[in-house]
Each structure stands twice: as C-alpha cells, then as structure tokens.
C-alpha cells in the first residue's frame, strides 16, 4: 500500500523530468562526423580526412556492412566563454554497445568490453569529468568516440558539456530513473515472490499465487538487464553477453507464460487442454530456440522475430478477460485494475517500440510497469485477504448472537487494518462477500 502511494505521487514529478528541455545547456549533439574503425586501431593513426557527416546517432548499424564492427565517431567544438575558467563535465546519454572516448588525444573512459571478452554496458550513462589540461580555450576541442557495434549501435540520451555541478545532477536523476530505480523494483520483486510462494506452499489449491510468485522472479531477472554491470564484484564474474542475453530473453517468455496462468487460475477460468498447449508452445519452442545461437547478432535477429509470439498469449489474457466479464465474474474488476497498466506496457514496447521502431520518453515505460506491480500485487493480496475472511468468519460455532457479533466485529476490524478502506481495490473485494 505504502509503495503504491508513493509512485502515486512520484509520477507526475519523474514524467515531467523526463521530458525536461535543456535550453540552457551547452549541447553537443549536432555537427557529428564518422568513419569506420578496426579492432586494434588506435585514435592517433585515424586520418581526419576519412570522415563523413553524420546526421544522427541512431542505428549505428546500418553504416557497417555486415551490421557488426567498430566505428569512430567525432565532433569538434568550442567551450562557451563562460565555461572555460569553470570545472566542467561531459554526460553522453547511453552508448550501445561498447565504447572508449578520448577528448583532445587524452583517454576519459571507456563503457563496456570490446571483443574477444565482450560485453554491454549500455544501460549505464556516460560521465566524464574533464581536467582543465585536456580544455583547448583558444580553438576547437576534439572530441573522438571508438564504438564497437554488434547489430546495435546508438549513441542515446542528452549530449552535454557544461558546469560540472550542473552535469552531476542531470547525471544522477538520469541514472537514478532509467537504472538505479530497477535495482530498488528488482529487490521488491523478490520479495514479493517470496510471500507469495509462501502463500502457495500454505494453499497449493490457489494457483494463482504460484503464477504470480513465478512472474515476479522472472521480471526480476529480466531488469537485472539495466544495472548487471553495477552489481559489486561484477568484473570479476566470467560471464559472457550472449549468454546473459539469453537468460534475459528466456525470462521474457517465463513471464508471459506465468501472466496468462495468472489470469486464468485468478478468474478460475476452466482448462481448455488446446489453449494449456498453445501457451506451453510459446514458452518452451523460443527459450529451445534461443539457446543455439553463437553470435550476439544472430540471437538478436531471431530474438526480434520471436518476441511477436507474446502477442498469441496476450490475446489469450484477452480473450479470458472477455469471457469473465461476459460471465459477470466481479474478480474481473479487481484483476482488471491490477493489470492494465502491463498490458499497456507490453503492447507498447512489442509493438510500438519493437516492430514500429518508435522512441518513447525515458522512464515512462519503467514508471507505468512499477505501477503495475503494486497494483497486481495489492489485488492479488486483497483476494487472499478476503478468502481468509470468509474463512475466519465461518470458524465460529455457537448460537450466541452477542458472542457471533463479537467475533464478526473482531474479524472485520484485523480485515481493515490490513487492508485499509481507502483503497478503491478493498472496497470492490469486500463486495464478492
């Protein structure tokens, strides 16, 4: 309860800094220039006449011809009058896939690993307070990016050179709404597996509880994908990024095969044996399927196609929604409340983003899922609270009416205490009484 009244009014605040303009910072993202790199080639035998323009960062792929390689990329800039007696600070958004920046000739940082031990950190964003030594006053500054691409490149976010401590507080809410804010739902998602596999293991008859303990393990795992590199001791794992993509994508079919089993065994939907099987399939045939792929771009490219299979177990949830409130099941308001905000989340991303290519704002997909979870969570937790009222209240024997009244008020008072009657979801819960 708690949770959800904080993203309650979190919302509107972290949806506006979202969107927030940077007109008055100093940017850089125009004027980029590229040429196409090799593996062990180092900034000072590039010719700066081989490069060409640039017109955006995105889809980095698309320059190289076998959508896999290195690139440089470069931009030439002076520093604004009234940085260049100040400390300032460079943030680059995120880089996919790996990457080593260089300002002036001098080293600032690196993202990532290059081949042969390669591995992603484009869920991190790149900070790089620069010395006063590496600041070129009187001409232009040269700022030169190594990138190394594997069927995606990009180069997202807010380009910004400006007053370090202006820099630092973009940096960190950046960091905190697009990465550090999944560690924090990661943790509470395994809590709340963990209660709800006790539940389960208290009353195996109420599957649901299963699903959704099932469901919020494998949506923990999956954000893992935003902050793996951030995990203390991490460099010192011999993990390898295939192989880690392909637990991240398997995980994406776990839990739409536990959301469907959710919503069926929720709204005590009857087994159809061809509909138990076709939801099996889309498990099990893609997380077979994905374990053979070698190449990072190879899984990417069947991983793109395979993911259009979630749209049959989501017209599936559909389809028993439809059907329970064809039967006027009141549960179906409840789970209705607790899982819009995921539907709409998956349609977005699977559709809208995946096959439309389409770019929303940053943090609203993010924001709209933790929403969801609080809200499934509360509606799951209230139809338990309710069974385990009805149940307290038929444990009372005797034919005394004070003594019933008695033990009436004493249930309904601990049923409101944990479940307040301010919540919109308590009061249509109590209604199936």
């Not at 976010?157 to 960091?175: A, F, N, P, S, T």
Request: a neutral charge; one cysteine or more.
């Amino acid at each position: 309860m708690m949770i959800k009244k904080i993203f309650a009014v979190l919302l509107p605040t972290l949806l506006l800094s979202c969107t927030a303009k940077l007109d008055n910072l100093n940017t850089i993202d125009k004027n980029w220039e590229y040429k196409l790199g090799q593996e062990h080639e180092y900034y000072t035998s590039i010719s700066e006449t081989d490069f060409k323009p640039l017109a955006n960062l995105d889809n980095l792929e698309r320059l190289l011809p076998k959508q896999e390689g290195f690139i440089w990329i470069r931009n030439s800039f002076e520093i604004p009058k009234h940085l260049i007696s100040k400390d300032i600070s460079l943030l680059l958004g995120r880089i996919t896939m790996a990457d080593k920046t260089y300002l002036n000739g001098q080293f600032l940082g690196e993202g990532g690993n290059f081949p042969p031990q390669f591995f992603s950190n484009w869920n991190q964003f790149r900070y790089f307070p620069i010395p006063r030594t590496s600041i070129l006053s009187n001409r232009k500054n040269v700022l030169l990016i190594k990138i190394y691409v594997a069927g995606e490149g990009s180069v997202t976010g807010d380009l910004i050179l400006d007053q370090r401590d202006i820099v630092e507080k973009i940096y960190e809410k950046q960091e905190l709404l697009n990465s550090n804010i999944n560690i924090i739902i990661s943790a509470i998602l395994l809590v709340i597996a963990a209660y709800y596999f006790s539940i389960y293991f208290k009353r195996k008859s109420d599957k649901e509880n299963l699903y959704f303990a099932v469901l919020s393990i494998s949506t923990s795992i999956y954000l893992t994908n935003f902050f793996i590199t951030k995990i203390p001791g991490f460099g010192d794992w011999e993990l390898s990024y295939i192989f880690f993509q392909k637990i991240i994508f398997i995980s994406v079919f776990i839990s739409t095969y536990a959301f469907v089993g959710y919503i069926r065994t929720f709204l005590y939907i009857e087994k159809v044996k061809w509909q138990i099987i076709l939801t099996k399939m889309v498990l099990f045939i893609p997380s077979i399927i994905l374990l053979f792929p070698r190449e990072y771009i190879t899984l990417r490219t069947i991983t793109n196609y395979l993911q259009l299979l979630i749209i049959i177990p989501l017209i599936q949830s559909i389809y028993y929604i439809f059907k329970s409130v064809l039967n006027k099941n009141s549960d179906t308001k409840i789970l209705l409340l607790g899982i819009s905000p995921f539907i709409f989340t998956v349609f977005f991303d699977l559709i809208v983003h995946q096959v439309l290519k389409f770019k929303v704002q940053k943090g609203d997909m993010l924001l709209l899922y933790s929403d969801c979870i609080t809200e499934a969570t509360n509606s799951s937790n209230l139809e338990y609270g309710v069974e385990g009222l009805i149940k307290s209240l038929e444990t009372f024997k005797g034919n005394n009416p004070e003594k019933m009244i008695e033990h009436i008020t004493s249930v309904f008072n601990k049923f409101i205490e944990d479940n307040p009657l301010k919540d919109d979801l308590t009061i249509i819960a109590l209604g199936k009484i």
